[in-house]
C-alpha cells in the first residue's frame, strides 16, 4: 500500500499524496495519531468512522487548513506544507501553502458559498482572484462547470435561493473550476434532506467516473459502495481497517468495531 | 454669652419698631401736600397716577380716557406730560394688540414732535408685531442664514472628510486586532483604548494647543481632520472588528481551500459581507459624528455651531440657534435616510 516511489511523480504508481505519520493533538485529546495514507491518481478513498474519530482533521490537515504537529505531507513527489527552520519544523510560506490549496478541491459539509456573490461569481472568484485568469476566462471555465453540475438555469442567482443540494452543487463547481489534482468531499451530503442527496452523490459520482481523485469522508455506505476502490475505517484517530469495499462490506465485517458501526449507520 | 444675645435680640427689635415709625410719620408728612394738590383734576401727575392704578385695576378702556385727558403742549401744558401719556397710550393699545389705534397714538407724538425717539421706537417693534410670526423668522433667516450657510459647509466639509477616512482607519486598526502578529494587534489595542477613552474635546484641545509645545503646530483645519478622523476610526475599528468575528468562520476555510492569501479572502469574501451588518452602527456613529463637529469650535474653527454662537452673541435672537437645530437637523434626516437606503441596497442578495 505505502510507496516511496516519489522520484517520478508522473509515473502511475506514484501516489498523487502521500501522507505519512500524521499527528494532530488538540491540547490532550490527539484527534490524528500516526496516520500513513497514499492515493494513488484516479484513486477514489473513502473514509467512514464515529463522530470525532479524526476524519475531519485529517482531511483538513491534507490542504494545512489544520497545522499538525507532527508527520510529512508529499503531493506530486514534493514535501509540502512545512519547511525546516533552524532545525524546527515550521509551516511554510502563505504563498506556497496557498498555491497547494489551489490544486486540492475541498468542499465541506456546510457548502460555505460566497453569500454576496452570485452562483457564477462564486465559481469565478478562484481562477480570477487566485490564479489571476481575465474575468471572460473565468466565466466560460465557470459555465462550463455550472454545466457539468446541471445548474447553467442558476448562473445569476444569489446562493441564499438555492436549495442544500443546488448548493453543494455549487460548491463543487467552484471547487472544480481551479483544475484540482485531487479532491476533498468531508460529509458532503450531511448537512441535506434526505431527498436532495441523491443530486449531489450523482454529481460526485459522475465526477469519479471522468476519473478525479479523491478523499470522501462521509456516513453514506452507498457512496463507499459504489464509488470507493478502498473504504478506510477510522476510530480514536486511527485506521482501523482498510480495505477495497466488496471485502470491507463482507470479511472484515468480522471486525466487531467496525460491523456495530457499519450496523448503527444503515 | 446667653445673655448677651438675648440682649441683642432686644435692641434689634427695638431698632425696627423705631424705624417702622418713622417711616410712618414721613409718609403722612409727604401725603399731605399732595393731597392738597389733587384738587384739580386737570393734574397730569394726578391722571397718570389714575391711569396706572385703573390699568393694575384692570380697566383699559377707562385708563386710556384718562391718558387721552392729558392735553397737548401749549401755555402752561408740558410737552413732556403730552409724549408721557400718548406713548402710555400706545404701549396699552399695543398690549391690547389693537396695533391701529397704537399706531395712531405714536403718530400723534410725531406729528408734533418727529423726531421723537420713544414714538419712532415703538412704532418699529409695532410695525413687527403686525407682522406674522412667521414673516419675522424669515427675515431672520435672510439676516442670519448666509454666515450659517458658510459655517454648515465647513460642518458638512469635516463630516465628509471623517466619513473617508474613519472606516479605513477603522477597518486597519480592526485588523491589527484580530492579527496573528502581536505588536500590531497590542498597537491596535493601545489606539482604540486612548482614544475611545479620553474626551474628544481633550484630543482637539490636545493636538490643536498642545502639539505646538512638542514643536508641531497644525492648523484648526488639520488638527480637526486629525482629531475626528483618529477618534471615529477607533470607534469604528471595534465595530468593523465585531461584524469581521460574526462571519461564520467557515467562509474564511472556504476562501483558503481555493488558494487565496488572508489578505485575497478579507478583501474579497469577509469584509464585503460586514458592509450590510455594519450600516446601522456605523450609520449611528455618522449622526453622532454631524453633532461633535461641533467640538471643534473650541480649537478655532468656524463652523456651524461657532457662527450660530457668534450671532446670538451679537443679536441675542433665539432663532439663530432655532435655524442652526434645523441645519443640523437637515443633515442628519439626509444621512439618516442614505444610509436606510444604502443598507437596503447592499444586503440584497440576503433576500433575492
Ligand atoms: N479546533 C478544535 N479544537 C479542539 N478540538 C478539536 C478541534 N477540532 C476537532 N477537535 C477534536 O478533535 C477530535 C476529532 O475531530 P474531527 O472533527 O476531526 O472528528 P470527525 O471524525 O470529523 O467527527 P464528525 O463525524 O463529527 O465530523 C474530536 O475529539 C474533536 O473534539
Ligand atoms: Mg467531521
Not at chain 1, 469522508?217 to 480495505?243: L, N
Request: proline share 5%.
Amino acid at each position: 500500500m505505502k510507496t516511496d516511489n516519489e522520484k517520478n511523480p508522473t509515473s502511475n504508481n506514484a501516489p498523487i499524496i502521500c501522507l505519512s505519520n500524521i499527528t494532530k493533538r488538540f491540547g490532550k485529546t490527539t484527534a490524528v495519531d500516526a496516520v500513513d495514507l497514499s492515493v494513488m491518481p484516479q484513486e477514489k478513498v473513502v473514509i467512514i468512522g464515529p463522530s470525532g474519530s479524526g476524519k475531519s482533521t485529517l482531511l483538513r490537515a491534507v490542504n494545512i487548513l489544520e497545522e499538525i504537529d507532527e508527520g510529512t505531507i508529499v503531493f506530486e513527489g514534493k514535501s509540502v506544507g512545512y519547511v525546516e527552520k533552524k532545525g524546527k519544523r515550521v509551516l511554510d510560506s502563505q504563498k506556497n501553502i496557498c498555491a497547494l490549496r489551489a490544486e486540492i478541491g475541498m468542499v465541506f459539509q456546510h457548502f460555505y458559498l460566497f453569500p454576496h456573490m452570485t452562483v457564477l461569481e462564486n465559481i469565478m472568484e478562484g481562477p480570477v482572484t487566485v490564479q489571476g485568469k481575465s474575468r471572460e476566462e473565468a466565466h466560460i471555465i465557470a459555465e462550463d462547470m455550472l454545466e457539468k453540475v446541471g445548474l447553467s438555469e442558476k448562473r445569476d442567482v444569489f446562493p441564499a435561493t438555492l436549495s442544500g443540494g443546488q448548493k453543494q452543487r455549487v460548491a463543487i463547481a467552484r471547487a472544480l473550476a481551479m483544475k484540482p489534482k485531487i479532491m476533498l468531499f468531508d460529509e458532503p451530503t450531511s448537512a441535506l434532506d434526505p431527498e436532495l442527496v441523491g443530486e449531489v452523490f450523482n454529481t460526485i459520482k459522475s465526477l469519479a467516473d471522468e476519473g478525479m481523485t479523491m478523499i470522501i469522508v462521509t456516513h453514506q455506505m452507498g457512496f463507499a459502495r459504489e464509488i470507493a476502490d478502498r473504504v478506510i475505517f477510522m476510530e480514536k484517530g486511527r485506521f482501523i481497517t482498510e480495505a477495497p469495499p466488496v471485502e470491507f462490506f463482507g470479511s472484515c465485517m468480522t471486525n466487531t468495531r467496525v460491523a456495530s458501526f457499519v450496523d448503527s449507520i444503515l | 454669652m446667653l445673655y448677651s444675645r438675648q440682649t441683642k435680640a432686644r435692641q434689634f427689635m427695638r431698632s425696627k419698631i423705631r424705624r417702622g415709625f418713622l417711616l410712618f410719620i414721613w409718609l403722612v408728612l409727604l401725603a399731605l401736600p399732595s393731597a392738597a394738590l389733587a384738587e384739580g383734576p386737570t393734574q397730569p401727575d394726578q391722571l397718570f397716577r389714575d391711569a396706572s392704578n385703573l390699568i393694575s385695576a384692570g380697566d383699559y378702556e377707562t385708563a386710556l380716557e384718562v391718558l387721552d385727558r392729558i392735553p397737548a403742549p401749549g401755555g402752561t401744558d408740558s410737552a413732556a406730560d403730552f409724549i408721557k401719556s400718548r406713548v402710555q397710550k400706545a404701549q396699552l393699545y399695543h398690549a391690547l394688540a389693537m396695533f391701529d389705534e397704537a399706531d395712531a397714538s405714536c403718530h400723534e407724538v410725531l406729528a408734533l414732535f418727529p423726531d421723537n425717539i420713544e414714538a419712532t421706537n415703538l412704532l418699529d417693534s409695532l410695525a413687527k408685531a403686525k407682522k406674522p410670526k412667521w414673516l419675522l423668522f424669515i427675515d431672520d433667516m435672510k439676516l442670519f442664514l448666509p454666515s450659517l450657510i458658510q459655517g454648515a459647509g465647513i460642518t458638512l466639509f469635516l463630516v465628509v472628510i471623517t466619513m473617508v477616512i474613519s472606516p479605513i482607519g477603522g477597518l486597519l486598526i480592526a485588523l491589527g486586532r484580530i492579527s496573528g502578529v502581536p505588536p500590531l494587534r497590542w498597537l491596535s489595542w493601545f489606539i482604540i483604548w486612548f482614544f475611545r477613552g479620553t474626551p474628544l474635546l481633550l484630543q482637539l484641545f490636545f493636538i490643536y494647543y498642545g502639539l505646538p509645545s512638542l514643536g508641531v503646530t497644525l492648523s484648526p483645519t488639520t488638527s480637526a481632520i486629525i482629531g475626528l478622523g483618529i477618534n471615529y476610526s477607533a470607534y469604528l475599528a471595534e465595530i468593523i472588528r465585531a461584524g469581521i468575528e460574526s462571519i461564520d468562520s467557515g467562509q474564511m476555510e472556504a476562501a483558503k481551500a481555493i488558494g487565496m492569501t488572508y489578505t485575497q479572502a478579507m478583501r474579497r469574501v469577509i469584509v464585503p459581507q460586514t458592509y450590510k451588518r455594519l450600516m446601522p452602527p456605523v450609520g449611528n456613529e455618522f449622526i453622532a459624528l454631524i453633532k461633535d463637529t461641533a467640538l471643534v469650535s473650541t480649537i478655532a474653527m468656524v463652523e456651524l455651531m461657532r457662527s450660530a454662537n457668534q450671532m446670538f452673541n451679537t443679536y441675542f435672537n433665539v432663532n439663530v440657534l432655532i435655524i442652526a437645530a434645523m441645519i443640523y437637523l437637515l443633515f442628519t434626516t439626509v444621512f439618516t435616510v442614505t444610509f436606510e437606503t444604502i443598507e437596503k441596497r447592499v444586503g440584497a442578495y440576503e433576500n433575492r
